[in-house]
């Protein structure tokens, strides 16, 4: 089904969420279409961020907002859905719009496969009336689905559209790109290279992806990677217990501009207990790119200023290879916690692999390469 009729059917003034791959029809549609005004589209944080932002809007108008998501985020919303949301609470209705990754009998990454398993679970257990659209779904049908979504709605409930790959169509394009002329598998291969045989914990998306295809090219073993392909938002909270835990050795983190936003607090914590041999990277292109590209909130934000605010020591900022390779050599050096935000250019290669080891056998390898380390 084309989005446009899609979101014909449905009539919300109002949209707000995080891209997601499937949902790349609906997304781009929402950049082209609306821009950057946040009074028709906000690209938020998390998932509980823009229900709680979906909230708001129903408060001041009195009108069913959409929320879109990756069906990963269901546990972002779960929170604010049963605890604000929920008709036994205030009876905020919301539509949410999900795309369904790892639905069960199709090939995804493993990652998505137990969330895929329990997406329409969670939303009964939630009490989250649900249709599912697939690219077979005809208009009357979306339309006797919305009919019974509004008798939800009436009553201060929410519903959901669980939308199956392929199921939404949209012709345009739009055209995410930005300043910045450093490609993010080039600061990968500099940050690899700085590093050495100190672990890298890298989070989901293309850094995971790109760090993998350098370990690749190169003949080297992935052990020394812990590749975070899930839960995105929280590499940087799993190496600063790595760092506290092996407090002789650097430990490195890379991270993206969207899971920094993602669950910005953990700067926070990071920044409080500061261990001296962690080295914070957060590669900032300004875009949900993994997911399709759409903008995120840090191409307005300083990341660097953040991490100081936070209480890390040191931070820097660099736009250049050359600058790069100076601020990683400076955060070797020091005996402190250090944040270096990589600006980078928007895009990546077409052929970048996927992790062919399951990711249980990624943690064992780990585990065993970094015991050799001194605790």
Avoid at 111 to 126: A, P, R, Y
Avoid at 201 to 219: M, P
Avoid at 251 to 273: E, K, Q, T, Y
Wanted: glycine letters at 6%; one cysteine or more; charged letters at 20%.
């Amino acid at each position: 089904m084309q989005v446009e009729r899609f979101l014909e059917i449905i009539n919300s003034d109002f949209y707000t969420g995080v891209p997601d791959s499937l949902l790349k029809p609906l997304c781009d549609y929402l950049s082209n279409t609306f821009g950057s005004d946040p009074t028709r589209h906000i690209i938020a944080a998390n998932e509980g961020n823009c229900a709680a932002i979906a909230a708001g809007y129903h408060l001041a108008t009195g009108k069913i907002p959409l929320v879109y998501m990756q069906n990963s985020g269901e546990g972002n919303i779960i929170n604010p859905a049963a605890s604000l949301l929920n008709s036994r609470v205030y009876a905020i209705p919301e539509l949410f719009v999900i795309g369904w990754r790892g639905e069960p009998g199709t090939k995804d990454e493993p990652q998505h496969i137990f969330q895929g398993e329990v997406t329409l679970k969670l939303l009964d257990d939630m009490e989250i009336s649900h249709f599912t659209v697939s690219d077979k779904t005809t208009e009357a049908e979306l339309q006797s689905a919305m009919k019974k979504f509004r008798m939800d709605f009436s009553i201060g409930k929410s519903a959901a559209f669980v939308i199956r790959q392929n199921a939404l169509t949209y012709e345009g394009k739009p055209d995410y790109q930005n300043e910045f002329s450093l490609s993010r598998e080039q600061a990968i291969k500099q940050i690899a290279a700085a590093a050495g045989n100190s672990p890298i914990i890298s989070t989901t998306g293309k850094i995971s992806r790109e760090l993998y295809a350098l370990r690749e090219t190169a003949d080297e073993s992935h052990s020394r990677d812990f590749l975070t392909v899930g839960s995105m938002g929280h590499a940087s909270s799993i190496a600063l217990s790595i760092a506290l835990n092996k407090p002789r050795d650097k430990i490195w983190c890379i991270d993206g501009d969207g899971a920094v936003i993602m669950h910005m607090g953990a700067l926070a914590v990071i920044g409080s207990i500061a261990p001296k041999n962690l080295i914070h990277i957060a590669i900032n292109n300004g875009a949900h790119e993994t997911v399709g590209g759409m903008p995120t909130a840090a191409q307005n934000s300083d990341i660097s200023q953040i991490a100081l605010s936070c209480g890390y020591p040191k931070a820097l900022t660099v736009k250049t290879s050359d600058e790069l390779n100076a601020a990683l050599a400076e955060a070797k050096a020091a005996d402190c916690l250090t944040m270096i935000e990589v600006k980078c250019a928007v895009g990546s290669r077409p052929d970048l692999p996927r992790p062919k080891e399951k990711p249980a056998d990624n943690k064992t390898a780990f585990m065993q390469y970094i015991d050799q380390f001194s605790p």
